[in-house]
């Protein structure tokens, strides 16, 4: 498909097994949650050592993880690889799907398309529709490119999140909006899991965001080259 030259960035963490920090999925709670959500804040308290929240690691880091990255790490990339300002991706999965969608609609001239993989949509009492609202009672355009996407089984993996019915309620309100600079699409990959879903999601987001496939006279032509 055509897709442009591009540079991908993936912001990690250290290896908590050998610097006796704490682990990943700790961090991704602190950095990709926008907002406190109490009643999950208790069940991260009690999970898994993974997932336990140790006293210092606190939830609704978001706003600062967005300064992080646009003060500090694209003024470092942009000093080191020649990028394109003004046509920049923003790529998340589960809470960092959510984190996508807030920074979509509170950082609107960052990036140019999104790619929310499994959005954690229930954050915070679904916090993002109350976001989205306030960004359509403004009257602002959200010029974006959009791909959402779940896979078909997450549903049953905790009925309180309600994954699958959340990302389609979410799509309904932003097709209602008919905002005109927005380019949507989204997709649910029958017979996937939360954890399944990973590589299709970032195939045909990525597909997607970019224009979308050729068709087969495309890749003959390019197989004749």
Known sequence: FPMPRALVVGIGYHDPLSSGGPAWGQLRVRDLTPWVDAKHDERFRNAPPQWRLPPDIQQGGGPAFLAFIEAELKPFIAGRFPVDRKDQSLM?????????????????????????????????????????????????????TLFLSMGGLEEGHDIDCAMVSNLYAFEARLRARRYPGLDMKAHVFEGETHMSVYSAAISRGITEVFGGHRDVNDWARVLKA
């Open 92 to 144: 998340g999965m589960s809470l960092g799907g959510i984190f996508t969608l807030y920074a979509m609609f509170t950082a609107p001239a960052a990036f140019k398309r999104y790619i929310a993989m499994s959005p954690s949509i229930y954050w915070a009492e679904r916090k993002i529709f109350e976001l989205e609202a306030a960004h359509a009672a403004s009257g602002r355009d959200l010029p974006a």
